[in-house]
Antibody, heavy 118, light 108 residues
Framework: QVQLLQSGAEVKKPGASVKVSCKAS????????ISWVRQAPGQGPEWLGW????????NYAHSLQGRLTMTTDTSTSTAYMELRSLRSDDTAVYYC???????????WGQGTMVTVSS | SYVLTQPPSVSVAPGETARITCGAD??????VHWYQQKAGQAPVLAIS???DRPSGIPERFSGSNSGNTATLTISRVEAGDEADYYC???????????FGPGTQVTVL
């Protein structure tokens, strides 16, 4: 079945960077985009952006532009999300989701907890 | 920016009907999606494009959308329906997705 398997939890200091991976299986990776969504403790989801593994095109949310980079490796069917200059309010669970704009999110990864703390 | 509003909480007795609203300017002109999130789990798509139910979602879940309000209706509520529910739209003005703040459904 279709699955998205994410990398493990991360603890980072303010100012550092984090890179989360998301390995897709059960479908042809290049036929659907990948969105990244985060959810801070006790808050609702926040869409961060989208990438097409086929073209490499990206669409980032305005709130994180400049600190966020999404990439893919089609040889391993893996998507990556890198967030730089981390702040305490970046502490959240980060999810990758299968996503073809503007359709809803039908498959979610299990989530990766990123904690930013000094 | 396009802002979605939801009531923070809804309480309902087992067997009754829960209605969760999602409000925004002319939301009836957009496709609204609803997600169910149980504690400690990733969200699950419950309703897509206002009223389409994905496979595996019980028929008790239905949706509607008109004017400035979209509604998720859960009929014959069960204890297992206790969760947070989020609405989502695609804002074509900014080419971004937007989520609502969520509604916590409590089964009494």
């Amino acid at each position: 079945q279709v699955q998205l398997l994410q990398s493990g939890a991360e603890v980072k200091k303010p100012g550092a960077s984090v890179k989360v991976s998301c390995k897709a299986s059960g479908y042809t990776f290049t036929t659907s985009g990948i969105s990244w969504v985060r959810q801070a403790p006790g808050q609702g989801p926040e869409w961060l952006g989208w990438i097409s593994p086929y073209t490499g095109n990206t669409n980032y949310a305005h709130s994180l532009q400049g600190r966020l980079t999404m990439t893919t490796d089609t040889s391993t069917s893996t998507a990556y999300m890198e967030l730089r200059s981390l702040r305490s309010d970046d502490t959240a669970v980060y999810y990758c989701v299968r996503s073809e704009l503007p359709d809803p999110f039908d498959v979610w990864g299990q989530g990766t907890m990123v904690t930013v703390s000094s | 920016s396009y802002v979605l509003t939801q009531p923070p909480s809804v309480s309902v007795a087992p067997g009754e009907t829960a209605r969760i609203t999602c409000g925004a300017d002319k939301i009836g002109s957009k496709g609204v999606h609803w997600y169910q999130q149980k504690a400690g789990q990733a969200p699950v798509l419950a309703i897509s494009y206002d009223s389409d139910r994905p496979s595996g979602i019980p028929e008790r879940f239905s949706g509607s959308n008109s004017g400035n309000t979209a509604t998720l209706t859960i009929s014959r509520v069960e204890a297992g329906d206790e969760a947070d529910y989020y609405c989502q739209v695609w804002n074509s003005g900014t080419d971004h997705y937007v989520f609502g703040p969520g509604t916590q459904v409590t089964v009494l």
